[in-house]
């Protein structure tokens, strides 16, 4: 069921979140504030350290010496939160590695942070989502 309230905002600041709105889509401005609320209450949920769904990406120069036996490593030593991984060859030097985790929150950041930060990737991301059942 709906339930309707009222807020009272800035007039720069209702442009500015009107400005949001029209940029990412938005039918309304009731969508939008669903949205933000939902995100709020996901990253409540992160630094609770709750249980998280999230996917790892990877770029990275498939030449530089041993890489991919240290991201092999990294994912086996994580084998626990790993649920599947994908690797894409883009070009003669470059991979793409996807790579799905659940898990804690502290622990499929830490895995991503050390995937990242081995020498030879390029680009590196981390997106997580809640795997809880408040969000509707």
Request: include cysteine; proline fraction near 0%.
């Amino acid at each position: 069921m709906l339930k309707r309230f009222s807020i009272s905002l800035e007039e720069e600041l209702l442009a500015r979140f009107d400005t949001y709105i029209e940029n990412r889509g938005y039918s309304n401005r009731s969508e939008a504030i669903r949205d933000l609320i939902r995100k709020t209450q996901v990253s409540e949920e992160w630094e609770k350290d709750s249980e998280v769904v999230g996917v790892v990406t990877l770029v990275f120069n498939h030449h530089k010496s041993q890489l991919q036996e240290k991201i092999t490593e990294l994912q086996h030593n994580y084998h626990n939160l790993i649920t599947s991984t994908t690797h894409v060859h883009m070009d003669h030097h470059n991979c793409l590695e996807v790579t799905i985790v659940k898990g804690k929150a502290s622990t499929v950041q830490e895995l991503a942070a050390q995937l990242m930060a081995l020498r030879g990737v390029k680009d590196g991301n981390l997106t997580m989502s809640s795997t809880g059942g408040h969000l509707t």
